[in-house]
């Protein structure tokens, strides 16, 4: 278990106000990720993390900051939270656990959030 | 990555084996292929990955075909525990930044389990 916790598990807000969710680990890994999973598009990477402040985008990065000031902590914040956010957003891990340097992901359980 | 395809969904009875089937036929050399499911309301969990020879673990067996532009998924006796999306990616561990710039995944294929 890569102990991974996101909070909150369930947020409601209103369009036009900042989030931040957070994702932490216990394991001392060095790189994480923020997907986002809409029907229809499946999951995908908004931003992603290579060790503390080092952070790169991802697929759908726009409307989307990350904050990345310990290793076992990683901030996916919305400045102005808009409809279209409306997701359900998950953190990850990863590590060479396999063979020949093939990383495997560990993710965590989610935090939906409506934006109403 | 390079692209893959699966059925959008598949169904199967309760104890019966089940082949997931996946199509790569860009696959390139260094290609690996690997397997994650979802079950329902939580992330995304790695299942199984290969090469080239058929790989086998607790959860699954991965075959591969011979020209490796398809693989097959074996859950050989499935639970209702095992309704989930399962996604067959590939990854390049030398040319995707080591593997670790995030995965790339699909639509999967949506397993229903009967009882």
């Known amino acids: 278990d890569a102990g991974i916790t996101q909070s909150p598990r369930h947020k409601v807000t209103e369009t036009g106000t900042p989030v931040t969710l957070r994702c932490h680990q216990t394991?001392?890994?060095?790189?994480m990720y923020w997907y986002r999973q809409d029907p229809g598009h499946g999951l995908r990477l908004i931003h992603y993390?290579?060790?503390?402040?080092?952070?790169d985008k991802g697929e759908v990065s726009d409307g989307y900051s990350v904050s990345r000031s310990k290793t076992e902590d990683f901030l996916l914040t919305l400045e102005s939270a808009t409809s279209s956010q409306t997701s359900v957003y998950f953190c990850?891990?990863?590590?060479?656990?396999?063979?020949?340097?093939?990383?495997?992901?560990?993710f965590g359980s989610g935090t939906r959030l409506t934006v109403v | 990555d390079a692209k893959t395809t699966q059925p959008n969904s598949m169904e199967s009875n309760e104890e019966e084996p089940v082949h997931l089937p996946c199509n790569h036929s860009?696959?390139?050399?260094?290609?690996?292929i690997h397997w994650y499911r979802q079950l329902p309301s939580q992330g995304p969990e790695y299942v199984i990955h290969?090469?080239?020879s058929n790989v086998n673990n607790r959860m699954a067996s991965l075959a591969i075909a011979e020209d490796r532009k398809s693989s097959t998924l074996i859950l050989h006796r499935a639970t209702l525990r095992d309704a989930a999306v399962y996604y067959c990616?590939?990854?390049?561990?030398?040319?995707?930044?080591?593997?670790?710039?995030?995965?790339?995944f699909g639509k999967g294929t949506h397993l229903i389990i009967q009882p």
């Open positions: 990850a891990i990863s590590e060479i656990i396999l063979d020949r340097g093939n990383y495997g992901y560990t």
């Open positions: 394991e001392n890994h060095r790189y």
């Open positions: 993390s290579y060790g503390v402040k080092d952070t």
């Open positions: 290969g090469l080239t």
């Open positions: 990616i590939l990854r390049d561990p030398i040319y995707s930044g080591g593997g670790a710039d995030g995965l790339t």
């Open positions: 860009t696959i390139s050399g260094t290609d690996y």
